[in-house]
Nanobody, 125 residues
Framework: QVQLVESGGGLVQAGGSLRLTCEVS????????MGWFRQAPGKERESVAA????????YYADSPKGRFTVSRDNAKNTVYLQMNSLKPEDTAVYFC??????????????????WGQGTQVTVTS
């Protein structure tokens, strides 16, 4: 069973930066596309960014585009989300997720099925 553990969340002022890390175990990391999602209080979970299995292709939702960068290190079984120029509206619980690249679903399609527990990001004005 694939397990995902996020870290790196915290409290930051608007305009600041955070880097989220997601460590993956229990599978062959390079078999999986990886995604980052977030859920703010009272809102539905939304896709933030995604990266394909070999890191050659990335996707960003409109809101974080130009501010967030997703990357992965297949040697370390880790995916990252670098978040710059943070805004109060970025406040949410951030989740990483995985799906097998052989599932016949493009990496940017948000039908992920392995999930981490989430890490809280709070941005103050």
């Amino acid at each position: 069973q694939v397990q995902l553990v996020e870290s790196g969340g915290g409290l930051v002022q608007a305009g600041g930066s955070l880097r989220l890390t997601c460590e993956v175990s229990g599978g062959t990391f390079s078999d999986y596309h990886m995604g980052w999602f977030r859920q703010a209080p009272g809102k539905e979970r939304e896709s933030v960014a995604a990266i394909n299995w070999n890191g050659m292709n990335t996707y960003y939702a409109d809101s974080p585009k130009g501010r967030f960068t997703v990357s992965r290190d297949n040697a370390k079984n880790t995916v990252y989300l670098q978040m710059n120029s943070l805004k109060p509206e970025d406040t949410a619980v951030y989740f990483c997720a995985a799906k097998n690249r052989r599932s016949n679903s493009d990496f940017q399609v948000p039908d992920y099925y392995f999930w981490g527990q989430g890490t809280q990001v709070t941005v103050t004005s």
